[in-house]
């Protein structure tokens, strides 16, 4: 079984600020992440995710996360933030093996960006 | 061209009252999903089809019970709706992978 922590229930930043958004997870076998985004009133699209190679990945909106294996963390970042980031952010990991891939995700994060 | 589209949009009823909520995806996807948002964005996995077969069914009441005609549509009945029953739904579609397709919700209110 998977679990993943997403550390911050909330976090508040200036407009071009930077910030972190930090998960952590937990898996006896190897895994697939994912940061999904939620705009208010929306449903959830991918930002972005790793699946194998680089464990550096980007966005096309400026986001970029590291997938650190031996701290099992996944955390989101974006040098300068804008308003329009404003947002909830999930974290998930489905299992890459075994068969299943359902997805588990964090409790979420809201990102509030003040001007 | 919508991937996932969930209808209605918005749903308003009475205690007691049944409702349906309807999914298509158009993406060929095997696997679909119904997660239940809660007030505080919490996202519940309630049920998973792969292929039309129930893979995934978390505790949820019996009161829930969704139906896969085929492998692009994933319905979702509601017999008896109570008060806690309100929340967002949201359809999803799955790669092998994991990675989700979401609809735009469906908002339950119950009065």
């Known amino acids: 079984a998977q679990s993943v922590t997403q550390l911050d229930s909330q976090v508040p930043v200036f407009e071009e600020a930077p910030v972190e958004l930090r998960c952590n997870y937990s898996?006896?076998?190897?895994?697939?992440l994912f940061w999904y985004v939620q705009y208010p009133n929306q449903g959830l699209q991918l930002l972005l995710k790793y699946l194998s190679g680089s464990t550096l990945v980007e966005s096309i909106n400026g986001f970029e996360a590291e997938f650190n294996k031996s701290q099992t963390s996944f955390h989101l970042r974006k040098p300068s933030v804008h308003i329009s980031d404003t947002a909830e952010y999930f974290c998930a990991v489905t299992p890459s093996s075994g068969g299943s891939y359902i997805p588990t995700f964090g409790r979420g994060t809201s990102l509030i960006v003040h001007p | 061209d919508t991937a996932v589209s969930q209808t209605p949009k918005y749903l308003v009823t009475q205690m007691g009252n049944d409702k349906s909520i309807k999914c298509e995806q158009n993406l060929g996807h095997d696997t679909m999903y119904w997660y239940k948002q809660d007030s505080k964005k919490f996202l519940k996995i309630m049920f998973s089809?792969?292929?039309?077969?129930?893979?995934i069914n978390e505790t949820v009441p019996n009161r829930f019970s969704p139906k896969s005609p085929d492998k692009a549509h994933l319905n979702l009945h509601i017999n008896s709706l109570e008060l806690g029953d309100s929340a967002v739904y949201f359809c999803?579609?799955?790669?092998?992978?994991?990675?989700?397709?979401f609809g735009e919700g469906s908002r339950l209110t119950v009065l």
């Open positions: 898996s006896s076998v190897s895994v697939y």
């Open positions: 999803a579609s799955s790669r092998v992978n994991g990675e989700l397709f």
């Open positions: 089809y792969n292929n039309k077969e129930l893979i």
